[in-house]
């Protein structure tokens, strides 16, 4: 019979319990006698979530047959006990046998109980699994009764969590599971502390796998912490200063030639850097202080700050510029003193994996080359810019890897798993073998993806589905063409704004754009505006840091303010039009007034320069609010293309590149899916072509909902578009319709996102 007993008692003795905890499954156990036996109810239950989120399975009981733990287990919408799970809250159910959701096995024998109490068991913002109280006799648990048990869950569910029942990362493939149970255990006779240094997790961003030596990258390494240290032996400093120099030297030849598919101004940036290294008397004054007796980095601090002070009392602009050249050539030659190579500007002459606290997309961009197969990050979000560059280069990445540095060194021989986030050091031969065994299956999945990219994107209903691409280098055309996506649905014109200290002209955009329109070989290119600020910065512009830069001055309010850069940056695409099939695209539009001023500035330069070449216009959709007047903005554009990181970003109040808030991060959100079923109705019935453009439309799971709100046009990373069109290419719009109209109708992202998979079967 069901009693009532002192609450903080059982809450202290769960307590107690729980921090005793040493075998998850039997702590599990007594927690449900606690409760069944303290409370005098029939049955109590905990049911856990898989790994895979596909079933929950009965880990503990206390009422039903004891044959049934381990046994019983249900996919993650069925039973009353899913139906909890889906609804994320508690489910009071008097007669459940006479619920249309009551599903019954046999093994349990609960189909005598009259009163169903599901309990969701949730950690951090996800639902782990469910506590379930049954009586037989009708009504001895009442509404009354929930507040105490959700606090008992809230407790149970922290000891789900660190069980380890839960604790594996999604994969998108059962394998992946299987290796990282077989690497623990191939781990487990080694001593603890090298155990945890050998196996290290962090958040997978970009599946594939990649081996090669470590090489660490330092980042903030500058001339304030030098200090004045003395030497003993200047023939030995000033060796070590002209090795560090002409170190540089090599360096910065070497990545001129990388980055050839700049502009020649981009490049001229790098040959200035180049003839300061080389610059004799710069050389000579290094060494005069050397010869004094400064240790070499102190007396290479000295003289770059002597040149700092001389330029910086200079009215002349472009000899205050070239004060900054001096520290940025200094620092590189200080990198090389401490046996540290500044980013991208060493040949990496085996295969490498590239550890750093977080790099820019700039970094990436210069560290690219052959040997580069993998990166790893301390920090980093999902949907960065320089993660979004990563995809693009094909490079798997894991990132939100706290403790690397503890544990890494440089050299060292690493294997990095981008399905699941793991990275093993100095791997053993049990790991190697099965690293081995699902590197050659990935090679035959990734054949077969392969042998579909000549193949259109069309349903089994031969709906037709336009698969773009985004990229933001002139060079990532290549892997454009290999994929052969129908479209660039993005182009990011912000990349030569950033990489450079100053605005690039008119005409080096009209000729970087022109480069791009020609090289795309027919294919319509879509040139989204200037979009800086929030995590993307323009040293050419002084303007002080923002306590909430993505919600302040950036994308369009940028370049809206900025008139004159804008109208120029309007009068290339204008001008490169002349030359190939584009598009152009305002970020984040949140009025009318920005739409029509923008607009107006477009036909303003089209009739100052005499253009009369088709360049159709629209707006990307990233912030909930424009959603609500799309249907004003609908009549004076041609397009929109829903960027679905900012989307979601804006929506869920979440930063995209927060490691503390990423698990809230998702676009199955049914707020975010909402938003997009509304766009699509409203371009719909307008008649007004939509896109779904970013990381959401790489997902097979999302995208197939996509399809099913009736969207035809998906833009992405080009490497991406093998794997959508697998999924396209086995779909029914009418089938992914229903899918769609049913995850509408859930209120759980967790839940939604289930479903999806199970549609596409991931």
């Not at 007594?30 to 790994?51: E, F, K, M, R």
Request: hydrophobic share 40%.
């Amino acid at each position: 019979m069901y009693q009532q007993p002192d609450h903080l008692s059982v809450i202290t003795d769960l307590s107690r319990i729980i921090a005793d905890s040493s075998d998850p499954e039997a702590t599990l156990h007594q927690i449900a006698q606690l409760i069944a036996s303290t409370y005098g109810l029939d049955v109590c239950s905990i049911y856990v979530l898989t790994p895979d989120r596909q079933h929950l399975v009965l880990k503990a009981t206390v009422g039903l047959h004891p044959e049934s733990v381990g046994s019983v287990a249900m996919t993650a919408h069925e039973g009353l006990t899913g139906l909890t799970l889906e609804q994320g809250r508690p489910m009071l159910i008097f007669n459940p046998a006479q619920h249309p959701r009551f599903k019954l096995f046999e093994q349990t024998g609960e189909e005598v109980f009259k009163t169903f109490l599901g309990i969701p068991l949730v950690y951090h913002q996800q639902c782990l699994g469910v506590l379930v109280l049954q009586t037989e006799k009708l009504g001895e648990l009442s509404e009354e009764d929930i507040p105490i048990f959700a606090a008992i869950g809230s407790q149970i569910s922290s000891i789900a969590a660190y069980s380890g029942l839960l604790q594996a990362l999604d994969k998108e493939k059962a394998e992946i599971q299987k290796l990282k149970d077989q690497t623990e255990n191939a781990l487990h006779y080694s001593d603890g502390a090298e155990q945890r240094r050998s196996l290290l997790r962090g958040q997978s961003v970009l599946s594939g796998y990649a081996r090669g030596k470590a090489h660490i990258l330092a980042s903030g390494i500058g001339f304030e912490s030098v200090e004045p240290i003395q030497n003993c032996h200047p023939n030995v400093e000033l060796a070590r200063f002209e090795n560090a120099l002409q170190t540089t030297v090599l360096q910065t030849s070497q990545l001129i030639e990388e980055m050839a598919d700049l502009s020649q101004e981009d490049r001229s940036i790098l040959t200035i850097h180049k003839q300061l290294a080389e610059d004799t008397t710069f050389r000579r004054k290094v060494a005069e202080r050397i010869s004094m007796g400064d240790r070499a980095e102190y007396a290479l601090k000295q003289v770059v700050m002597e040149y700092v002070h001389i330029f910086s009392n200079v009215d002349d602009p472009y000899l205050q510029d070239r004060g900054q050249d001096i520290v940025d050539v200094g620092e590189n030659v200080l990198r090389n003193l401490l046996g540290i190579s500044p980013h991208g500007t060493q040949a990496l002459t085996q295969d490498t994996i590239v550890i750093a606290s977080d790099l820019s997309a700039t970094e990436l961009v210069a560290l690219r080359q052959m040997h580069l197969k993998g990166i790893v990050l301390a920090r980093g979000g999902k949907t960065s810019h320089t993660v979004i560059l990563a995809k693009s280069f094909e490079l798997p990445i894991v990132i939100q890897v706290e403790d690397i540095f503890d544990a890494v060194r440089e050299g060292e021989d690493l294997i990095l798993d981008g399905w699941s986030g793991l990275i093993f050091r100095e791997p053993n031969k049990e790991i190697e073998r099965e690293y081995n065994r699902l590197l050659q299956e990935h090679q035959v999945q990734a054949e077969h993806l392969r042998s579909l990219i000549p193949l259109p994107a069309v349903t089994r209903d031969t709906s037709r589905i336009e698969l773009g691409a985004n990229i933001g280098l002139l060079s990532d055309l290549e892997i454009v063409h290999r994929y052969r996506a129908d479209h660039i649905g993005l182009y990011r014109t912000e990349f030569p704004f950033v990489i450079r200290k100053r605005l690039p002209t008119e005409e080096e955009q009209t000729e970087l754009y022109t480069r791009m329109l020609k090289q795309a070989r027919g294919l319509p290119v879509c040139f989204r505006t200037l979009d800086v600020g929030g995590d993307k910065f323009l040293s050419a512009l002084d303007y002080p840091a923002e306590d909430n830069p993505f919600l302040g001055w950036r994308s369009i309010r940028v370049s809206l303010e900025l008139e004159e850069m804008f109208r120029q940056q309007i009068r290339a695409v204008l001008r490169a039009a002349e030359h190939g099939p584009a598009q152009l695209m305002f970020p984040m539009i949140v009025s009318m007034h920005e739409l029509e001023v923008a607009l107006s500035i477009v036909e303003e330069e089209r009739r100052r320069i005499g253009a009369d070449c088709e360049l159709p216009v629209g707006i990307m959709l990233e912030v909930p609010g424009t959603a609500k007047i799309l249907p004003s903005l609908l009549p004076l554009i041609d397009f929109v293309s829903i960027g679905t990181n900012d989307l979601i970003q804006y929506t869920l109040a979440v930063d995209r590149n927060n490691p503390k808030v990423a698990s809230l991060y998702t676009p199955f959100h049914p707020a975010v899916l909402s938003i997009i079923a509304d766009a699509a109705e409203m371009c719909r019935k307008a008649q007004t072509s939509l896109s779904v453009c970013g990381e959401a439309a790489a997902d097979p799971a999302c995208a197939y909902l996509f399809l099913g709100l009736g969207i035809r046009k998906l833009s992405m990373n080009p490497s991406s578009i093998p794997r959508a069109k697998a999924m396209i290419r086995n779909a029914d719009t009418s089938e992914a319709a229903r899918a769609a109209d049913f995850a509408l109708g859930l209120n759980d992202s967790e839940a939604i996102r289930s479903w999806a998979q199970e549609q596409v079967g991931t």
